[in-house]
C-alpha cells in the first residue's frame, strides 16, 4: 500500500505544483517536504505508535487539495461570547474578521509582498503526516500576540465540505505569543455530516517566557471523514500551555502533539476526551519532552468507546539530564461500553536525570458496578443509570471547559453522539 500511494501522492501533485500559492509555503520547500515525506514513508500499522490508527482511508483519498467552492456552509454553532471568530471553508479563509487589539491575524491572503511563509519541523517519525501539508497547504493562518497582551479570545472554525474523492482540505496555523501575554484560543473542526472528507491539519505553537495560552481543540468531523493531525509546541521559560481537546467526530482521528518543554519553569496540561462509537476510531499520541530544569506537565484522558469502535491514547513522557526538578503525572482512564469494542492506554516515561517526581497510572473497563447498583437502588431506571455513569467519566475533562457557551455546546454534541436521554439534558 505504502509504495502504490505514495507514486500517486508525488503524480498528484506534479499536477497542481504550479497552482499552489507561494504566499503559503514555496515551491521549492512544498518539494523538500514531499522528498522528506517519500523517505520516511507513510505511517503503517506496523509502526508502533500508530497500530491503533485506522489508515485505510488513505488508499482511496485525493491528496491534491479540494478546490475553492462557493458552497454554503452549514449551520455553525453560536461563537462564544467574547472571542472573535474566523472561520475557514476546506482549509481556505471564508469569513474574515477584526483581530483583538495586540493581535495580529494574517491568512495567506493578507501576506505581504517578500515576506517569508512559516515552515513546520516535523522532528518526530510519529509528526510525518504534517509534511503531507506542509506539501499542499492551500492557506494558512499566523496569530502574533503582542508582549504584555492580555487579549480576549479568537475562535479558528475549519468547515470540511469536500468529498475525500474530490481533494482534501489542510487547515494550517500558526500560534505565536510573546512575553507576558495571555490568550484563549478555541480551535473547531466541524463537516457536513455526509462527507467523507479527508483534513490533514498542521498546527504550531510557540510561547515566549512566561506566556499564557489556553487551547481549546474540538473535532466533529462527518461520520465518515478522515481527521489527521499534528501540533507542535515549544515554550520559554515560565510559560504555561493549556490544552484541553474533545473529539466526538470522524470515522478515523488522529492527532499527534508533540510539547517541548525548553525554559526554566515552562508548565503544560494536557486534557483529553474521546466518544467513539459505530466503528470509529480515535486516537491521540502525546509526547512531553522536558529539556529545561523544573518543569511541569500533566496528562488526563478519558474515552469511552462503544458498539465496535476503538479509543487510543499514547501518553509518552522525556526527561532529558538537563530537566532535573521536573514534575510529571499521568492519568488515563478508558470505559469500555460493550463487548467488540477496544480501549488501547500507553503511559510511557523516559528518565535520564535524578530530583525528579513523575508518576503515571492507567485503567481500562466496564461501568462500576458497585456505582450503578446505588443508582438502581435509588429507583433510576437501568439505562438512565448506565447514561449518568458514562457522562460523571467524561465530565473529568468536559468540566475544564471554561467558556460557558462552548462547554454546553460540546456536552450537546456528546449528549447527541450518546443518544442519551432527557434525564440527561436536564444537567446542561
Same mark, same amino acid.
Given at each position: ?226 481527521? !489527521?493531525?499534528? +501540533? $507542535?509546541?515549544?515554550? /520559554?521559560? @515560565? =510559560?504555561?500551555?493549556? #490544552? %484541553? ?127 450503578? !447498583?446505588?443508582? +438502581? $437502588?435509588?429507583?433510576? /431506571?437501568? @439505562? =438512565?443509570?448506565?447514561? #449518568? %455513569? ?39
Amino acid at each position: 500500500m505504502n509504495g502504490a500511494v505514495l507514486n500517486r501522492l508525488k503524480e498528484e501533485f506534479g499536477a497542481v505544483r504550479a497552482a499552489l500559492p507561494e504566499s503559503v509555503i514555496g515551491s521549492a520547500r512544498r518539494g523538500e517536504a514531499l522528498e522528506a515525506l517519500c523517505a520516511q514513508g507513510l505511517p503503517g500499522t506496523r509502526d508502533e505508535n500508530w497500530r491503533y490508527t485506522d489508515l485505510r482511508r488513505l488508499e482511496q483519498a485525493r491528496f491534491a487539495p479540494a478546490q475553492a467552492q462557493a458552497a454554503v456552509l452549514p449551520p455553525l454553532p453560536t461563537a462564544p461570547e467574547g472571542y472573535v471568530r474566523y472561520v475557514f471553508l476546506d482549509g481556505r479563509l471564508h469569513t474574515d474578521a477584526d483581530a483583538p487589539h495586540g493581535v495580529v491575524v494574517r491568512t495567506a491572503r493578507s501576506q505581504e509582498p517578500g515576506s517569508t511563509p512559516w515552515r513546520l519541523e516535523a522532528r518526530l517519525p510519529e509528526a510525518r503526516l504534517a509534511l503531507l501539508n506542509e506539501t499542499f497547504a492551500t492557506d494558512a493562518v499566523s496569530i502574533d500576540v503582542a508582549p504584555g497582551t492580555q487579549a480576549t479570545g479568537i475562535e479558528l472554525l475549519f468547515v470540511a465540505s469536500a468529498a475525500a474523492t474530490e481533494g482534501a482540505s489542510y487547515p494550517r496555523v500558526r500560534l505565536a505569543l510573546g512575553a507576558g501575554a495571555r490568550v484563549s484560543v478555541i480551535e473547531r473542526h466541524l463537516g457536513r455530516a455526509e462527507a467523507h472528507s479527508l483534513v490533514n491539519s498542521a498546527v504550531h505553537v510557540d510561547l515566549a517566557a512566561a506566556a499564557t495560552l489556553t487551547h481549546y481543540r474540538v473535532q466533529q468531523l462527518g461520520a465518515q471523514a478522515a481527521w !489527521f493531525d499534528t +501540533l $507542535s509546541a515549544e515554550l /520559554a521559560a @515560565e =510559560a504555561r500551555y493549556d #490544552l %484541553l481537546a474533545v473529539g466526538a467526530g470522524a470515522l478515523s482521528a488522529r492527532s499527534t502533539v508533540h510539547a517541548r518543554l525548553s525554559g526554566r519553569g515552562a508548565a503544560m496540561s494536557l486534557a483529553a476526551a474521546a466518544l467513539a462509537d459505530g466503528q470509529q476510531s480515535l486516537d491521540l499520541y502525546a509526547l512531553s519532552e522536558h529539556i529545561a530544569p523544573h518543569t511541569r506537565t500533566e496528562q488526563t484522558f478519558r474515552g469511552i468507546a462503544s458498539s465496535r469502535a476503538r479509543a487510543a491514547f499514547n501518553g509518552k513522557v522525556i526527561v532529558r539530564e538537563t530537566a532535573r526538578g521536573t514534575d510529571s503525572r499521568q492519568s488515563l482512564r478508558g470505559l469500555l461500553d460493550g463487548t467488540q469494542c477496544e480501549i488501547d492506554l500507553r503511559p510511557q516515561l523516559e528518565i535520564y536525570t535524578d530530583e525528579v517526581r513523575c508518576s503515571h497510572g492507567a485503567t481500562a473497563g466496564k461501568l462500576d458496578e458497585n456505582m450503578l !447498583f446505588y443508582l +438502581l $437502588s435509588r429507583g433510576i /431506571a437501568p @439505562e =438512565a443509570a448506565q447514561h #449518568l %455513569l458514562k457522562w460523571a467519566f467524561l465530565e473529568d475533562v468536559i468540566a475544564k471547559i471554561a467558556p460557558r457557551d462552548l462547554r454546553r455546546q460540546v456536552e450537546t454534541t456528546l449528549l447527541g453522539q450518546m443518544r442519551d436521554l432527557d434525564t440527561l439534558k436536564e444537567l446542561l
